[in-house]
Protein backbone atom coordinates (compact mmCIF):
# COMPACT_ATOMS: atom_id res chain seq x y z
CA UNK A 1 0.00 0.00 0.00
CA UNK A 2 1.32 3.62 -1.27
CA UNK A 3 2.05 5.64 1.62
CA UNK A 4 0.70 9.55 2.13
CA UNK A 5 2.16 12.17 2.05
CA UNK A 6 1.69 12.52 6.14
CA UNK A 7 3.14 9.08 6.60
CA UNK A 8 5.97 9.89 5.02
CA UNK A 9 7.09 12.94 6.52
CA UNK A 10 5.88 11.51 10.08
CA UNK A 11 8.69 8.49 8.90
CA UNK A 12 11.36 11.37 7.61
CA UNK A 13 11.16 13.29 10.84
CA UNK A 14 11.80 10.39 12.86
CA UNK A 15 14.65 9.37 10.97
CA UNK A 16 15.94 12.94 11.03
CA UNK A 17 15.28 12.47 15.04
CA UNK A 18 17.27 9.20 14.79
CA UNK A 19 20.04 10.78 12.90
CA UNK A 20 20.39 13.73 15.31
CA UNK A 21 20.66 11.90 18.67
CA UNK A 22 23.03 9.27 17.22
CA UNK A 23 25.24 12.44 16.99
CA UNK A 24 24.17 14.50 19.60
CA UNK A 25 25.19 11.49 21.85
CA UNK A 26 28.70 10.67 20.29
CA UNK A 27 29.93 14.46 20.49
CA UNK A 28 28.55 15.44 24.04
CA UNK A 29 27.44 12.32 25.60
CA UNK A 30 24.37 10.67 27.04
CA UNK A 31 23.73 13.17 29.76
CA UNK A 32 25.21 16.31 28.44
CA UNK A 33 22.66 16.43 25.63
CA UNK A 34 19.39 18.00 26.01
CA UNK A 35 16.14 17.38 23.53
CA UNK A 36 16.93 20.87 22.71
CA UNK A 37 20.40 19.92 21.19
CA UNK A 38 18.61 16.93 19.33
CA UNK A 39 15.75 18.77 17.82
CA UNK A 40 17.62 22.01 16.35
CA UNK A 41 19.84 19.66 14.39
CA UNK A 42 16.32 18.59 12.58
CA UNK A 43 14.65 22.20 12.59
CA UNK A 44 11.49 20.45 14.48
CA UNK A 45 10.13 21.73 17.95
CA UNK A 46 10.25 19.47 20.99
CA UNK A 47 6.30 18.57 20.42
CA UNK A 48 7.77 16.78 16.82
CA UNK A 49 10.43 15.14 19.38
CA UNK A 50 7.53 13.95 21.17
CA UNK A 51 5.19 12.86 18.79
CA UNK A 52 7.52 10.22 18.06
CA UNK A 53 9.35 9.23 21.45
CA UNK A 54 8.52 9.45 25.43
CA UNK A 55 11.74 10.22 26.25
CA UNK A 56 15.21 10.63 25.71
CA UNK A 57 16.13 7.11 27.23
CA UNK A 58 13.51 5.56 24.60
CA UNK A 59 15.24 7.61 21.54
CA UNK A 60 18.52 5.69 23.27
CA UNK A 61 17.02 2.91 22.50
CA UNK A 62 15.48 3.36 19.62
CA UNK A 63 19.33 4.54 17.95
CA UNK A 64 19.94 1.33 19.09
CA UNK A 65 17.85 -0.64 16.63
CA UNK A 66 18.77 1.94 14.25
CA UNK A 67 22.40 1.00 14.43
CA UNK A 68 21.86 -2.44 13.96
CA UNK A 69 19.85 -1.29 10.91
CA UNK A 70 22.30 1.21 9.39
CA UNK A 71 25.19 -1.99 9.43
CA UNK A 72 22.98 -4.82 8.38
CA UNK A 73 25.41 -7.24 6.05
CA UNK A 74 28.50 -6.20 7.68
CA UNK A 75 29.31 -9.56 8.84
CA UNK A 76 29.21 -10.45 5.32
CA UNK A 77 31.97 -7.96 3.82
CA UNK A 78 35.30 -10.94 4.26
CA UNK A 79 32.81 -13.02 1.76
CA UNK A 80 34.29 -10.95 -0.99
CA UNK A 81 37.65 -11.77 -0.61
CA UNK A 82 39.91 -15.28 -0.38
CA UNK A 83 42.34 -16.05 2.30
CA UNK A 84 44.55 -16.85 -0.92
CA UNK A 85 45.71 -12.98 -1.60
CA UNK A 86 44.41 -11.39 1.31
CA UNK A 87 44.84 -11.68 4.89
CA UNK A 88 43.28 -11.86 8.37
CA UNK A 89 44.69 -8.53 9.63
CA UNK A 90 43.66 -7.02 5.81
CA UNK A 91 40.28 -8.68 5.85
CA UNK A 92 39.47 -7.48 9.20
CA UNK A 93 40.57 -4.08 8.19
CA UNK A 94 38.71 -3.91 5.20
CA UNK A 95 35.66 -4.96 7.36
CA UNK A 96 36.24 -2.61 10.06
CA UNK A 97 36.59 0.20 8.16
CA UNK A 98 33.32 -0.60 6.10
CA UNK A 99 31.11 -0.84 9.19
CA UNK A 100 32.65 2.51 10.14
CA UNK A 101 30.96 3.52 7.35
CA UNK A 102 28.25 2.17 7.66
CA UNK A 103 27.70 4.44 11.13
CA UNK A 104 28.60 7.70 8.77
CA UNK A 105 31.51 8.18 11.18
CA UNK A 106 30.07 8.35 14.10
CA UNK A 107 32.79 6.52 16.63
CA UNK A 108 33.48 5.83 20.12
CA UNK A 109 29.81 5.00 20.82
CA UNK A 110 31.08 3.01 23.42
CA UNK A 111 31.74 5.95 25.45
CA UNK A 112 28.13 7.55 25.13
CA UNK A 113 26.82 3.73 26.05
CA UNK A 114 28.60 4.00 28.93
CA UNK A 115 27.42 7.58 30.10
CA UNK A 116 23.80 5.95 29.50
CA UNK A 117 24.45 3.04 31.64
CA UNK A 118 25.89 5.15 34.19
CA UNK A 119 22.11 7.37 33.87
CA UNK A 120 19.55 4.02 33.85
CA UNK A 121 21.73 1.93 35.74
CA UNK A 122 18.64 1.78 38.88
CA UNK A 123 16.33 0.85 36.50
CA UNK A 124 15.77 -2.94 35.80
CA UNK A 125 13.52 -2.77 32.54
CA UNK A 126 16.77 -0.50 30.92
CA UNK A 127 19.40 -2.60 32.16
CA UNK A 128 17.56 -5.84 30.78
CA UNK A 129 17.35 -4.02 27.36
CA UNK A 130 21.09 -3.48 27.14
CA UNK A 131 21.43 -6.85 28.43
CA UNK A 132 19.38 -7.79 25.31
CA UNK A 133 21.19 -5.45 23.14
CA UNK A 134 24.57 -7.24 24.24
CA UNK A 135 23.39 -10.80 23.13
CA UNK A 136 22.28 -8.94 19.75
CA UNK A 137 26.24 -7.33 19.15
CA UNK A 138 27.31 -10.88 20.76
CA UNK A 139 25.59 -12.93 18.00
CA UNK A 140 27.10 -10.13 15.20
CA UNK A 141 30.60 -10.88 15.79
CA UNK A 142 29.57 -15.06 16.31
CA UNK A 143 28.18 -14.38 12.75
CA UNK A 144 31.40 -12.68 11.51
CA UNK A 145 33.77 -15.46 13.12
CA UNK A 146 31.74 -17.92 11.50
CA UNK A 147 32.20 -16.54 7.65
CA UNK A 148 35.53 -16.01 8.22
CA UNK A 149 36.23 -19.89 9.59
CA UNK A 150 33.78 -20.76 6.32
CA UNK A 151 36.25 -19.10 4.21
CA UNK A 152 39.36 -20.29 5.92
CA UNK A 153 40.84 -17.48 8.03
CA UNK A 154 39.88 -18.45 11.03
CA UNK A 155 40.60 -22.69 12.29
CA UNK A 156 37.03 -24.11 12.31
CA UNK A 157 37.32 -25.99 15.76
CA UNK A 158 37.48 -21.99 17.68
CA UNK A 159 34.64 -21.59 19.38
CA UNK A 160 32.23 -18.61 17.50
CA UNK A 161 30.99 -17.06 21.09
CA UNK A 162 34.32 -17.41 22.57
CA UNK A 163 35.51 -15.45 19.82
CA UNK A 164 32.75 -12.89 19.99
CA UNK A 165 32.70 -12.16 23.73
CA UNK A 166 36.48 -11.37 23.57
CA UNK A 167 36.47 -9.44 20.45
CA UNK A 168 34.11 -6.90 22.34
CA UNK A 169 35.90 -7.14 25.37
CA UNK A 170 38.91 -6.01 23.72
CA UNK A 171 37.53 -3.83 21.24
CA UNK A 172 35.43 -1.85 23.58
CA UNK A 173 37.99 -1.62 26.39
CA UNK A 174 40.76 0.07 23.59
CA UNK A 175 38.26 2.29 22.76
CA UNK A 176 37.53 3.84 25.65
CA UNK A 177 41.10 3.99 26.96
CA UNK A 178 42.12 5.12 23.30
CA UNK A 179 39.54 7.88 23.46
CA UNK A 180 40.33 8.73 27.34
CA UNK A 181 44.21 9.22 26.88
CA UNK A 182 44.57 10.25 23.51
CA UNK A 183 46.21 6.82 22.90
CA UNK A 184 44.84 5.52 19.67
CA UNK A 185 46.93 3.09 18.23
CA UNK A 186 44.47 1.40 15.37
CA UNK A 187 47.95 -0.82 14.34
CA UNK A 188 47.65 -2.23 18.03
CA UNK A 189 43.43 -3.11 17.73
CA UNK A 190 43.91 -4.57 14.50
CA UNK A 191 46.94 -6.74 15.65
CA UNK A 192 45.01 -7.94 19.08
CA UNK A 193 41.74 -8.37 16.74
CA UNK A 194 44.15 -11.20 14.68
CA UNK A 195 45.63 -12.77 17.65
CA UNK A 196 42.19 -13.35 19.64
CA UNK A 197 41.14 -14.79 16.65
CA UNK A 198 43.21 -16.98 15.06
Not at 62 to 79: A, S
Not at 101 to 106: A, E, P, T
Not at 168 to 182: H, K, V
Request: charged letters at 20%; aromatic letters at 12%.
Amino acid sequence: MKKNKFQLKREATYKLLLEAGHKCFSEKGYAATTLGDIVARTGHTKGAFYGHFDSKEQLFFHILDYQFEMTKGWTKVPLEYSPADTTLEEVITITVTRLGQMLNGVDNWIIALIDFYQQVKHNPEYLNKLHEKYGQWVAGIEDLVKVLQQQGWIPKEKDPHMIAVQVIAFNEGYTIFSTLFRGANVQALLSGLVKLMS
